[in-house]
């Protein structure tokens, strides 16, 4: 199963078109200026403008996409000291959700740099599954799961915990950014009716909310993108809670390793060197236990010139042209 993160929008201003700030969804689009307009741009729309490479995004609302982008994003916090004013992703994460205030300069989605503490998030979990059974509440499944948002959590015969309440729930683990289940966007292709697997990527990307997609493109909710068996959506990427990382490193590269004969410092090389020495010094015990003494061996050279010479070994393995491994 793949495992796919959230990628940041952007807000832009509609008059002059201006890149203003990266953000989640178009909630997060709000002008402190009211005859200001302002709108959104989905990740999926700002990475296929980047891709054919046309001059209508700005280097900045590109840069939404890096995963380090997450980073600096300002969400909310509760500001009711019966939530102990964590810093989470919406009002439902509060138990007081009238005191709730959104995009707090200090609060990350990572961690509250104002109370220098990780940031937490609420939890959707089944009343069918046993509440103080801590062995099943110590990961996520489709039963019970971290969730950016409340919209998330199926009507009925679910529930809801906000961020204070998670411990609560026998075991459940504390909700960190890289726990956190989003939903995901969908956009059908024209003329595709059917995409292969290969392709999801392409028209599937993570979501915090319907609000984060393009206009017409369906939104599958956290838990039906737990229901499938191909991918998954996650807040965070893991590596982001140990303070952050560049784009290029979303995934590992895969790099074809090659020795350049020349490095004396490359492994390969040095591996070789030492085998070849230790063959020489070898050589050089056994001829001097069994063969006879300088003098002699002198002598037998003047009648037998066909000897053992342990300088060509070393040189043989220093060759440029002679070591392959």
């Not at 009648?303 to 002679?322: H, R, W, Y």
Request: charged share 25%.
């Amino acid at each position: 199963m793949s495992l796919f993160y959230v990628k940041a929008g952007a807000c832009f201003d509609a008059q002059s078109g201006d890149f203003l700030y990266c953000c989640f969804d178009s909630d997060d689009c709000q002008s402190d200026i009211p005859e200001k307009s302002v709108y959104f741009v989905s990740s999926q729309a700002i990475s296929e403008e980047a891709s054919s490479k046309t001059t209508l995004l700005t280097t900045k609302a590109r840069d939404c996409l890096r995963p380090q982008a997450k980073l600096d994003i300002p969400i909310g916090r509760c500001t009711s000291t019966l939530d102990d004013q964590h810093c989470t992703g919406t009002a439902s994460g509060c138990n007081d959700r009238d005191q709730f205030s959104s995009r707090d300069k200090n609060c990350g989605v990572v961690s509250d740099r104002k109370q220098n503490r990780e940031t937490h998030y609420g939890v959707c979990w089944s009343k069918d599954d046993i509440k103080d059974d801590s062995s099943s509440f110590n990961t996520n499944f489709e039963h019970k799961f971290c969730s950016w948002s409340q919209e998330d959590c199926p009507v009925g015969n679910y529930a809801w915990e906000a961020v204070n309440n998670v411990n609560s729930l026998g075991g459940m683990k504390e909700c960190m950014c890289e726990d956190v289940n989003v939903g995901a966007c969908v956009r059908s292709p024209v003329g595709k009716s059917d995409v292969a697997y290969p392709e999801i990527n392409d028209i599937y990307y993570c979501a915090v909310s319907e609000r984060a997609c393009t206009q017409d493109d369906e939104y599958l909710t956290a838990i039906e993108v737990l229901k499938r068996k191909d991918f998954q959506c996650r807040l965070c990427e893991p590596i982001l809670a140990g303070g952050g990382m560049d784009a290029e490193m979303s995934a590992p590269a895969r790099t074809k390793i090659t020795y350049n004969n020349n490095n004396a410092t490359d492994y390969g090389v040095l591996i070789g060197i030492t085998i070849c020495f230790l063959v020489s010094l070898l050589i050089v015990l056994i001829t001097s236990k069994f063969y006879p003494s300088k003098a002699h061996r002198q002598q037998q050279h003047q009648n037998d010139p066909a000897q053992v010479d342990t300088g060509n070994v070393i040189e043989f393995c220093l060759s440029d042209d002679k070591l392959i491994l």
